[in-house]
């Protein structure tokens, strides 16, 4: 008997058609990334550049300031991206109910979505003010001091995450939402004639086939948050001091310096830190779904 070799499927597009697309991907990706992998080996000012190695990174880590700027900025991926997650999930699920005017609280919470990042920044950083933001004024009238949520080292970061939170979660929701429409309402009528509670109901059925949706939250959510800068710029501008600087604004600020090969190194360093974090997160998650 001959043994017959399955036939590999021909592509309906000829090889030309992937041209452009490989061109525009170049362009925009691979020169660009190569050319930061380069230019961070050297010291250079727009004009000239000389090969150093590895002395950028050495400098990079060698300098508290920037040190401080890649362990904020872990503090506050891992900050936002939990709240976003968790917020979200609670709020999808009250927005699928049978709640009154459904609808609008939908639109109420995707809102900050569209705003303007900066425009946010800037009214935020109004509502903070120490003495005459409203925030502190309410608390004063329930006889609350009011904290410095800009001004004081402890709380400028995380009140930057908050406001992101904020701005987020509606991106968050409504990914979550997509995921429970996804749910079949028979899982829930067979958990309803067992006796299962509502919160059993939520930790059996609705956490485990949420799943992909939480993936895909905190995904976006972790790179989101590695990467954020506008935010932090508009509110606190890496203040007070370096406590809520963020790699990129590190970044930005050695730029503004003059800086360009250590600020090209630390963008080396934030890709880095993203692909490290990214990666191994979505390969688990995939491997998972397939033996399950």
Do not use: C
Request: charge should be positive.
């Amino acid at each position: 008997m001959t043994e017959t070799r399955p036939r590999s499927r021909k592509s309906p597009y000829p090889l030309w058609f992937f041209i452009p697309a490989a061109v525009i991907y170049g362009v925009l990706f691979l020169f660009p990334t190569i050319s930061s992998l380069w230019y961070s080996l050297t010291r250079w000012d727009l004009s000239t550049a000389e090969f150093i190695g590895l002395e950028n990174f050495r400098q990079f880590f060698s300098e508290p300031f920037l040190v401080k700027g890649l362990v904020n900025t872990l503090i506050y991926a891992v900050t936002t991206s939990g709240l976003k997650t968790v917020f979200g999930l609670l709020l999808a699920v009250l927005l699928t109910s049978n709640i009154f005017a459904r609808g609008f609280l939908r639109t109420l919470v995707f809102f900050p979505v569209l705003v303007s990042t900066i425009g946010i920044g800037i009214t935020f950083t109004v509502m903070m003010h120490p003495t005459k933001g409203i925030i502190n004024v309410a608390l004063e009238t329930l006889g609350i001091p009011g904290p410095g949520w800009l001004t004081n080292p402890a709380l400028a970061l995380f009140s930057v995450a908050l406001v992101d939170v904020w701005k987020g979660v509606g991106l968050a929701t409504l990914i979550f939402i997509a995921g429970l429409a996804a749910i079949s309402p028979d899982y829930y009528e067979a958990a309803r004639i067992d006796g299962a509670t509502r919160l059993q109901q939520f930790f059996r059925i609705t956490l485990p086939l949420v799943r992909p949706a939480t993936v895909i939250v905190v995904t976006l959510s972790l790179i989101g948050g590695l990467r954020s800068f506008d935010l932090i710029w508009a509110m606190t501008r890496g203040g007070p001091g370096f406590s809520s600087d963020v790699i990129a604004s590190v970044i930005y600020k050695q730029y503004q310096a003059g800086f360009y090969g250590l600020s090209t190194a630390g963008n080396v360093i934030l890709f880095a830190l993203i692909a490290v974090i990214i990666l191994p997160f979505t390969l688990w998650f995939n491997r998972r779904e397939v033996e399950e």
